[in-house]
């Protein structure tokens, strides 16, 4: 099993819909969540960063984590074409691993016009 | 634009040979970290570099190498490469808990 799990879509939605985009995670010692969005391979953008569980929104995009679910979840309000991307969720690993990051599979999102 | 930088933008080069792929962190950040991202196996971490010292390992191959100079950019070097090593290579640089990514040097091992 995986350390983090991440479905890979494709999820293709209308513009204008919200989306929701979901990570499950194994090891109850990640603390620090991450939701990167990455264009047709080039390198991967941050676009939110929250510390352990709540919410935490930035214009259209809201992050949630649930520590006691081990689920964390990316929102996206009103999507728009130029939001088509991989979305990868990313945890800091634990411990003295110097804050390699872990990666989930990628959702691929696809934003119909 | 992540303010990180790799060169160079494509490789391709042949089984058996060896490359050095390089990046810039961003101006103040003394973290660098290495990572792969092949379609099989997405994005895995490879090294970590802090201030010039070897921070943490991943998965990373024996035939695969890295330094990070006192002016803090990092070579990765990948040798004896065999066509399984054809992937997109990403550079990332931190001051705290979060990174940002270079652009990537994509790699094709013919």
């Known amino acids: 099993q995986k350390e983090v799990e991440q479905d890979p879509g494709p999820l293709s939605v209308p513009e204008g819909a919200i989306v929701s985009l979901n990570c499950t995670y194994s090891?109850?010692?990640?603390?620090?969540f991450m939701w990167y969005r990455q264009y047709s391979r080039k390198g991967p953008e941050l676009l939110m960063y929250t510390y352990s569980s709540g919410n935490k929104e930035d214009g259209r995009f809201t992050a949630q984590v649930d520590k006691s679910s081990k689920y964390i979840s990316l929102f996206i309000r009103d999507s728009q074409p130029s939001d088509s991307a991989t979305y990868l969720c990313?945890?800091?690993?634990?411990?003295?691993?110097?804050?390699?990051?872990?990666f989930g599979q990628g959702t691929e999102l696809s934003v119909k016009p | 634009d992540s303010g990180v930088t790799q060169t160079p933008k494509h490789l391709i080069t042949a089984t058996g040979q060896r490359v050095t792929l390089r990046c810039s962190p961003r101006s103040g950040d003394l973290s660098v970290y290495w990572y792969q991202q092949s379609l099989d196996q997405g994005l895995q971490f490879l090294i970590q570099?802090?201030?010039?010292?070897?921070?943490a390992k991943g998965n990373i191959l024996e035939r695969f190498s890295a330094q990070q100079f006192p002016d803090l950019h990092s070579e990765l070097n990948l040798s004896s490469l065999e066509l399984g090593d054809s992937a997109l290579y990403f550079c990332?640089?931190?001051?705290?808990?979060?990174?940002?990514f270079g652009p990537g040097t994509r790699l094709l091992v013919l």
């Open positions: 990332a640089s931190s001051r705290r808990e979060t990174q940002y």
């Open positions: 090891n109850s010692a990640f603390q620090y």
């Open positions: 990313a945890m800091i690993y634990p411990g003295n691993q110097g804050g390699k990051l872990i």
């Open positions: 570099y802090y201030n010039g010292e070897e921070r």
